[in-house]
């Protein structure tokens, strides 16, 4: 199987780690014993996870990664880390990962909290980009598989109803809109505005991207945004979060990462204004989202 073939099902791939001797099983101990190399001294929370890498001569690979904390703003997931691996030994193509949580609360005796196993917005968007689209996903003890598209579904949405939008939700997407053109990206090119319209305040909190030469540390709009609407007491007051405008150049979607952090202060229900797109809420654009 080279790179350009399909893979035409899950239980195809189910397979093909079965004659390797990667069964289900196997993946998810392996998981379990690389989170026992964890650098967490943050979060206190060990997370391993293994991905599996195919070549053109069809020959599968394991590679490892876990969680890894030198400060909390540049802690990378373990997710992240096991798939970085692969790309960096000239792997272009994974069909399954397998995640351990080893500290996540099972209540046995309960329904399972899913979002305490899933993987964060962030790790979603890379698995979305290089995990086969009917790549499988395991996750410690959930018997359950999950594939790319169900963790972060990129949902169709309905143009004509940016046309219902209220007055307040319409000055927030133009604000969006004015904060794309100030973008400043001489390296990347990427960029797009976001602006958060807040209950109780007529306060619009915008920002745009901003590069840095070195690209990891390029400003990324919304967290500059919730920085903004947190120093001026939003979190600290409780001020309620009505809706995000998103201002990109072209079609897109908002990445993982800035639906993570509205997952972590919005309402399920917040609506999320994508221009030229359509509205949706984060419910809707990332299902299970990861709690600790």
């Known amino acids: 199987m080279s790179y350009g073939e399909i893979i035409h099902s899950s239980k195809e791939i189910e397979g093909l780690l079965n004659n390797s001797n990667l069964s289900f099983e196997n993946l998810r101990y392996l998981a379990r014993e690389v989170s026992e190399n964890t650098w967490s001294p943050f979060s206190q929370f060990p997370v391993g996870a293994v991905v599996v890498g195919i070549d053109q ?9 876990t969680n890894v904390e030198p400060n909390v703003h540049s802690a990378v997931c373990a997710e992240r880390v096991a798939i970085f691996n692969g790309i960096a030994a000239g792997y272009k193509k994974f069909l399954a990962i397998a995640i351990s949580l080893p500290k996540a609360d ?10 305490k196993f899933m993987p964060c917005g962030a790790c979603r968007e890379v698995i979305l980009q290089k995990l086969d689209h009917k790549g499988l996903i395991l ?12 963790l972060l579904p990129r949902p169709l949405l309905d143009q004509t109803k940016l046309r219902t939008l209220t007055i307040e939700e319409m000055d927030t997407l133009e604000q969006a809109r004015t904060a794309l053109n100030n973008a400043h990206v001489p390296h990347s090119r990427e960029k797009y505005g976001v602006a958060i319209l807040v209950d109780g305040t007529k306060e619009i909190f915008s920002a745009c991207t901003l590069d840095s030469t070195s690209f990891g540390c390029s400003v990324e709009p919304l967290r500059a945004a919730f920085g903004a609407y947190t120093a001026k007491g939003g979190i600290k007051n409780q001020n309620k979060i009505k809706a995000i ?17 509205i997952s972590d202060y919005c309402d399920p229900k917040t609506r999320i204004i994508i221009d030229n797109m359509g509205v949706s809420t984060i419910e809707e654009m990332m299902p299970y989202p990861f709690k600790l």
């Open 139 to 150: 996750i410690d003890d959930i018997e359950r598989t999950f594939t790319p598209k169900e």
């Open 245 to 261: 405008a998103f201002a990109f150049p072209f079609i897109k979607y908002p990445p993982g990462d800035t639906l993570q952090l």
């Open 57 to 65: 001569s069809k020959k599968l690979k394991v590679f490892s990664g």
């Open 106 to 115: 099972k209540n046995i005796t309960g329904d399972i909290d899913l979002g």
